[in-house]
Protein backbone atom coordinates (compact mmCIF):
# COMPACT_ATOMS: atom_id res chain seq x y z
CA UNK A 1 0.00 0.00 0.00
CA UNK A 2 1.44 3.39 -0.85
CA UNK A 3 1.97 6.21 1.76
CA UNK A 4 -0.07 8.87 1.19
CA UNK A 5 0.16 12.60 1.24
CA UNK A 6 -1.03 13.13 4.92
CA UNK A 7 1.61 10.31 6.10
CA UNK A 8 3.91 11.61 3.90
CA UNK A 9 3.39 15.56 6.09
CA UNK A 10 3.57 13.23 9.18
CA UNK A 11 7.18 11.98 8.26
CA UNK A 12 8.78 15.34 7.39
CA UNK A 13 10.84 16.22 10.69
CA UNK A 14 10.69 18.94 13.07
CA UNK A 15 13.75 20.66 11.47
CA UNK A 16 12.62 20.57 8.26
CA UNK A 17 9.45 22.40 9.65
CA UNK A 18 11.46 24.68 12.08
CA UNK A 19 13.55 25.51 8.65
CA UNK A 20 10.53 26.33 6.04
CA UNK A 21 8.50 28.25 8.64
CA UNK A 22 11.69 30.47 9.07
CA UNK A 23 11.85 30.83 5.67
CA UNK A 24 8.36 31.53 5.63
CA UNK A 25 8.43 34.27 8.51
CA UNK A 26 11.56 36.06 6.78
CA UNK A 27 10.00 35.84 3.64
CA UNK A 28 6.94 37.32 4.65
CA UNK A 29 8.57 40.08 6.63
CA UNK A 30 10.70 41.21 3.67
CA UNK A 31 7.67 40.89 1.79
CA UNK A 32 6.03 43.47 3.92
CA UNK A 33 8.83 45.54 4.52
CA UNK A 34 9.24 46.44 0.46
CA UNK A 35 5.75 47.12 0.03
CA UNK A 36 5.18 49.27 3.24
CA UNK A 37 7.98 51.28 1.83
CA UNK A 38 6.49 51.37 -1.29
CA UNK A 39 3.12 52.54 -0.09
CA UNK A 40 5.22 55.29 2.11
CA UNK A 41 7.05 56.58 -1.00
CA UNK A 42 3.76 56.87 -2.85
CA UNK A 43 2.04 58.90 -0.36
CA UNK A 44 5.82 61.21 -0.09
CA UNK A 45 5.90 59.99 3.51
CA UNK A 46 9.64 58.83 2.37
CA UNK A 47 11.71 59.12 -0.47
CA UNK A 48 13.01 55.67 -1.16
CA UNK A 49 12.18 54.61 -4.68
CA UNK A 50 12.80 58.21 -6.08
CA UNK A 51 15.09 60.47 -7.17
CA UNK A 52 17.66 62.12 -4.60
CA UNK A 53 19.30 65.93 -4.94
CA UNK A 54 22.00 67.59 -4.08
CA UNK A 55 24.12 70.16 -5.24
CA UNK A 56 27.72 71.51 -5.66
CA UNK A 57 29.40 74.96 -5.97
CA UNK A 58 32.37 76.89 -6.91
CA UNK A 59 33.22 80.66 -7.55
CA UNK A 60 35.74 82.03 -9.70
CA UNK A 61 36.54 85.25 -11.14
CA UNK A 62 33.51 87.09 -9.47
CA UNK A 63 30.93 84.69 -10.83
CA UNK A 64 29.43 81.50 -8.37
CA UNK A 65 28.32 77.99 -10.32
CA UNK A 66 25.83 76.26 -8.69
CA UNK A 67 24.44 72.76 -9.93
CA UNK A 68 21.50 71.05 -8.97
CA UNK A 69 21.98 67.67 -9.90
CA UNK A 70 20.51 64.06 -8.82
CA UNK A 71 22.98 62.26 -6.88
CA UNK A 72 20.74 59.01 -7.38
CA UNK A 73 17.71 58.26 -9.42
CA UNK A 74 16.27 55.79 -11.53
CA UNK A 75 15.57 54.94 -15.15
CA UNK A 76 12.81 56.60 -16.98
CA UNK A 77 12.24 58.79 -13.83
CA UNK A 78 12.09 62.76 -14.93
CA UNK A 79 15.45 64.31 -13.03
CA UNK A 80 16.03 67.78 -11.98
CA UNK A 81 19.24 69.19 -13.18
CA UNK A 82 19.73 73.09 -13.02
CA UNK A 83 22.78 75.52 -13.85
CA UNK A 84 22.54 78.65 -11.74
CA UNK A 85 25.76 81.13 -12.21
CA UNK A 86 25.52 84.18 -10.31
CA UNK A 87 27.91 87.29 -10.71
CA UNK A 88 28.97 89.52 -8.32
CA UNK A 89 28.74 92.86 -10.65
CA UNK A 90 25.89 91.75 -12.80
CA UNK A 91 26.35 89.84 -16.57
CA UNK A 92 27.47 92.50 -19.10
CA UNK A 93 28.62 89.41 -21.68
CA UNK A 94 27.64 86.36 -22.71
CA UNK A 95 27.95 83.16 -20.65
CA UNK A 96 29.18 80.33 -21.70
CA UNK A 97 28.53 76.80 -20.01
CA UNK A 98 30.47 74.07 -20.96
CA UNK A 99 28.56 70.41 -19.70
CA UNK A 100 30.77 67.06 -19.67
CA UNK A 101 28.83 65.25 -22.98
CA UNK A 102 29.28 61.83 -21.57
CA UNK A 103 26.78 62.22 -18.64
CA UNK A 104 24.55 64.38 -21.11
CA UNK A 105 24.20 61.16 -22.57
CA UNK A 106 22.62 59.75 -20.02
CA UNK A 107 19.89 61.25 -20.23
CA UNK A 108 16.08 61.61 -22.53
CA UNK A 109 16.25 65.39 -22.66
CA UNK A 110 13.16 66.96 -22.99
CA UNK A 111 13.96 70.74 -23.76
CA UNK A 112 16.55 73.43 -22.07
CA UNK A 113 15.20 76.29 -20.36
CA UNK A 114 16.14 78.91 -21.38
CA UNK A 115 17.59 78.07 -25.06
CA UNK A 116 21.09 79.40 -25.56
CA UNK A 117 22.15 81.79 -28.18
CA UNK A 118 24.54 79.11 -29.61
CA UNK A 119 25.50 75.80 -29.29
CA UNK A 120 28.83 74.08 -30.12
CA UNK A 121 31.27 71.48 -29.39
CA UNK A 122 34.62 71.38 -27.52
CA UNK A 123 35.66 68.26 -27.30
CA UNK A 124 33.85 66.47 -24.51
CA UNK A 125 31.98 69.60 -23.60
CA UNK A 126 28.75 70.34 -25.15
CA UNK A 127 28.62 74.70 -24.59
CA UNK A 128 25.59 76.64 -23.90
CA UNK A 129 26.42 80.01 -24.56
CA UNK A 130 23.63 82.56 -23.33
CA UNK A 131 22.87 86.49 -23.88
CA UNK A 132 23.56 88.39 -20.47
CA UNK A 133 20.13 87.91 -18.57
CA UNK A 134 19.14 91.01 -16.65
CA UNK A 135 19.99 91.48 -13.07
CA UNK A 136 22.72 89.07 -11.43
CA UNK A 137 21.57 85.34 -11.80
CA UNK A 138 21.26 83.22 -15.05
CA UNK A 139 19.45 80.11 -13.66
CA UNK A 140 19.16 77.27 -16.44
CA UNK A 141 16.92 74.26 -16.11
CA UNK A 142 17.45 70.86 -18.31
CA UNK A 143 14.13 69.08 -18.48
CA UNK A 144 15.38 65.07 -18.78
CA UNK A 145 14.30 61.28 -17.80
CA UNK A 146 17.15 59.49 -17.27
CA UNK A 147 17.81 57.07 -20.24
CA UNK A 148 16.07 53.25 -19.71
CA UNK A 149 19.26 51.46 -21.02
CA UNK A 150 21.40 53.65 -18.62
CA UNK A 151 22.13 51.03 -15.30
CA UNK A 152 24.72 52.46 -13.27
CA UNK A 153 25.40 56.26 -13.33
CA UNK A 154 27.80 58.71 -14.60
CA UNK A 155 30.07 61.03 -13.40
CA UNK A 156 29.28 64.73 -14.86
CA UNK A 157 31.12 68.62 -14.90
CA UNK A 158 29.99 71.95 -15.35
CA UNK A 159 32.43 74.78 -16.08
CA UNK A 160 31.43 78.57 -16.80
CA UNK A 161 33.49 80.39 -19.57
CA UNK A 162 34.03 83.32 -19.46
CA UNK A 163 35.90 85.63 -22.71
CA UNK A 164 36.77 81.36 -23.63
CA UNK A 165 38.80 80.93 -20.26
CA UNK A 166 37.19 78.68 -17.89
CA UNK A 167 36.60 80.31 -14.40
CA UNK A 168 34.94 78.03 -11.82
CA UNK A 169 34.49 74.38 -12.76
CA UNK A 170 31.29 71.86 -10.70
CA UNK A 171 32.51 67.67 -10.46
CA UNK A 172 29.60 65.66 -9.62
CA UNK A 173 28.49 61.64 -9.58
CA UNK A 174 24.73 61.09 -10.50
CA UNK A 175 24.16 57.09 -9.13
CA UNK A 176 21.07 55.43 -11.30
CA UNK A 177 19.54 52.27 -9.36
CA UNK A 178 17.65 50.10 -10.88
Same mark, same amino acid.
Given at each position: ?72 ? #? $? ?24 ? #? ?29 ? $? ?14 ? $? ?28 ? $?
Amino acid at each position: MSASTIDHLRARSHEEVRVQRIVYSTMTALLTLVVGLAVTDALKLTNVYGVRTTDASATGGGYTLVVDHASVT #R $PGLATPFRIEVRADAGFDQPITLGVD #RHYLAMWDENGLSPAPAEETVRGEWADWTFD $PPDGDVLLVSFDARAE $PGVQSGRDGAVQLLIDGDVVAEVGFHTRVM $P
